[in-house]
T-cell receptor
């Protein structure tokens, strides 16, 4: 069964450093998303991406964040200068369509980012 | 704005007990409603869904009815098993101004079934 994969599973970085979180969405999917989950809190939408551009971003997704689909298979989230409060689990998701009645997002296993 | 409120914290039934996890939503749109389940070390997985009012989502003995009149989507099961233990998230999917969907999540309910 096709699945979304994410690497690394755990990333530890120092405050101020840049990190890149990687995702490989399901191959025939067209819509891509990043969410984050701070420990013990709700899952929060960060950004959606379609046709090589951002469709929507939340207020969390400020200038320190960027997304890219560099090669047609990977989907990356970059944080330019990490802060302690960026420590969270980051989930990538993908879907085939934004309008189909049985719309569903498929999630990867997540990358745990720890900023020290 | 859109929001989802669900039973918070931990629910600790014994095996064989019935279960209700409450979920209420708020939106100006006509959302689709979902329950996602998350096991330790994994990402959320779709557990069940309902696309429109009066639809009932079903999966592995769990059910949830999309009730527009009470804006609710409570998760129910007659007899829980230890293997049901996980975190359950209620979520709604609504269109934004750009005609794209995003998921709005509740805080999650941790179900720990005592054997």
């Amino acid at each position: 069964e096709p699945e979304v994969t994410q690497t690394p599973s755990h990333q530890v970085t120092q405050m101020g450093q840049e990190v890149i979180l990687r995702c490989v969405p399901i191959s025939n999917h067209l819509y891509f998303y990043w969410y984050r989950q701070i420990l013990g809190q709700k899952v929060e939408f960060l950004v959606s991406f379609y046709n090589n551009e951002i469709s929507e971003k939340s207020e969390i997704f400020d200038d320190q964040f960027s997304v890219e689909r560099p090669d047609g298979s990977n989907f990356t989230l970059k944080i330019r200068s990490t802060k302690l409060e960026d420590s969270a689990m980051y989930f990538c998701a993908s879907s085939t369509s934004r309008t189909e009645p049985s719309y569903e997002q498929y999630f990867g296993p997540g990358t745990r980012l720890t900023v020290t | 704005g859109d929001s989802v409120v669900q039973t918070e914290g931990q629910v600790l039934p014994s095996e064989g007990d019935s279960l209700i996890v409450n979920c209420s939503y708020e939106t100006t749109q006509y959302p689709s409603l979902f329950w996602y389940v998350q096991y330790p070390g994994e990402g959320p997985q779709l557990h069940l869904k309902a696309m429109k009012a009066n639809d009932k989502g079903r999966n592995k003995g769990f059910e949830a009815m999309y009730r527009k009149e009470t804006t609710s989507f409570h998760l129910e099961k007659d007899s829980v098993q230890e293997s049901d233990s996980a975190v359950y998230f209620c979520a709604l999917s609504a269109f934004n101004a750009g005609n794209n969907r995003k998921l709005i999540w509740g805080l999650g309910t941790s179900l720990a079934v005592n054997p």
